[in-house]
């Protein structure tokens, strides 16, 4: 049995004590969170999130990069949401490579090197402040009143703001 | 008090009771989950995922675009997940515009049309395997053994898988 099959037969738990079925579209909290994929990071959990509260965008790193952008758009524009929170974490992936090493390494195996940037970077806060900007420098999303980047602590279950005019 | 605000104050309860605090860096279960961000989709409810678990990826639609290409070389590459579970939901906002009329929207109110394709859909089990196929004609995830795509139902909290070889 699959790891996958293991998960599916856990959704059929979740549904059968599903009480959520008429929630609508829009998210009830107004707001999108932007976060890594990190494994330990339980988004819902750590926020308080309930079925119907928020969006929650993720990728590697927990980084602002066009397909990110399209999301905050689609999720301001057409669903609502005000309010964006970026969360970085301790003990990220993307600390522990560096763009050309990890590009390099996939041309050497596979004789094509990728065409996206892998994102990496070196300092976790300094990436948060990035991201804000990046998130501040889109002409597409139209509000921007309240953008707060954080770093989780895997550790300790934390959240320390980051703040951007420190930069 | 922002809605933000208050987010951050349910975080400072999950870190009062947080006891995860020595989990490994790669997924637990060594699966990547690919979602739309969706408020009503709650991955790790729905998966019955806990924190260490597995990578989760989530956007606008739960679409496979260079970001998330980038995301799941990273995951399977450097993180060590094998398994990877696409889900799209019913009652997506991706099903009510198109490319060009939300890209033309944005156009007429800035003046500048989006260099980012929108990703719209006008079939959820038809994008589920375009997503599939996505990955599978990707050279840099080197992993594509199990690559399995769902539709989750929002009314019922249930799980459909769409098979890819009825396209």
Chains 1, 2 share one sequence.
Not at 26 to 33: E, L, S
Not at 115 to 135: M, N, Y
Request: charged fraction near 25%; charge should be negative.
């Amino acid at each position: 049995m699959s790891v996958t099959d293991q998960l599916i037969a856990n959704s059929e738990r979740y549904a059968a004590s599903f009480d959520a079925g008429d929630l609508p579209l829009p998210p009830a909290r107004g707001v999108a969170v932007l976060a890594c994929m990190d494994a330990r990071l339980n988004v819902y959990g750590l926020l308080g999130l309930r079925e119907g509260d928020a969006h929650v965008i993720r990728n590697a790193g927990g980084v602002v990069t066009a397909g990110e952008r399209r999301s905050l758009a689609i999720s301001q524009r057409l669903l609502g949401t005000r309010e964006i929170i970026l969360i970085h974490h301790t003990d990220c992936g993307m600390l522990t490579f560096t763009d050309d090493g990890f590009k390099n390494d996939i041309y050497q195996e596979v004789g094509v090197k990728p065409d996206w940037s892998a994102e990496a970077f070196q300092d976790l806060e300094a990436d948060v402040r990035q991201s804000i900007r990046r998130i501040q420098a889109d002409p597409f999303i139209p509000h921007k009143d309240s953008v707060r980047g954080f770093v989780y602590d895997v550790t300790t279950g934390g959240l320390s703001e980051v703040k951007p005019e420190t930069a």
